[in-house]
């Protein structure tokens, strides 16, 4: 079974900055793309940032220069690095992960993590 563990979250005042981390566990042949996003009370979750297998990334315009997305292959991790906070960003944030699972054909399948909450406030 696989899985996706999230850490790294907590309560920051404005300006401040957070590091989430998100680690793969499980049988799979490899990991795609991986992503956060984030879901603000009343609203819909909104993709924040993505990072493909060979490294090419994105980014919402709300988080550009404020957001850097990486990824360590050899640990099956993404990380999100989080500057400059608003409030605005006050969300929970959702790791993602693309997986095939047998082999380098087989489907991919979509993953996600439990979530964990950020909240940007004095």
């Known amino acids: 079974q696989v899985q996706l563990v999230e850490s790294g979250g907590g309560l920051v005042q404005p300006g401040g900055s957070l590091r989430l981390s998100c680690a793969a566990s499980g049988t799979f042949f490899s990991i795609n793309g991986m992503g956060w996003y984030r879901q603000a009370p009343g609203k819909q979750r ?7 297998a060979g490294g090419s990334t994105y980014y919402a315009d709300s988080v550009k220069d404020r957001f850097t997305i990486s990824r360590d292959n050899a640990k099956n991790a993404v990380y ?41 406030s004095t």
Not at 46 to 51: D, I, L, S
Not at 94 to 104: I, S
Request: aromatic fraction near 12%.
């Open 80 to 120: 999100l690095q989080m500057n400059s906070l608003k409030p605005e960003d006050t969300a929970v944030y959702y790791c993602n992960a693309k997986f095939r699972l047998r082999g380098p054909d087989s489907y991919e399948v979509n993953y996600w993590g439990q979530g964990t909450q950020v909240t940007v």
């Open 46 to 52: 909104e993709r924040v940032a993505g990072v493909s």
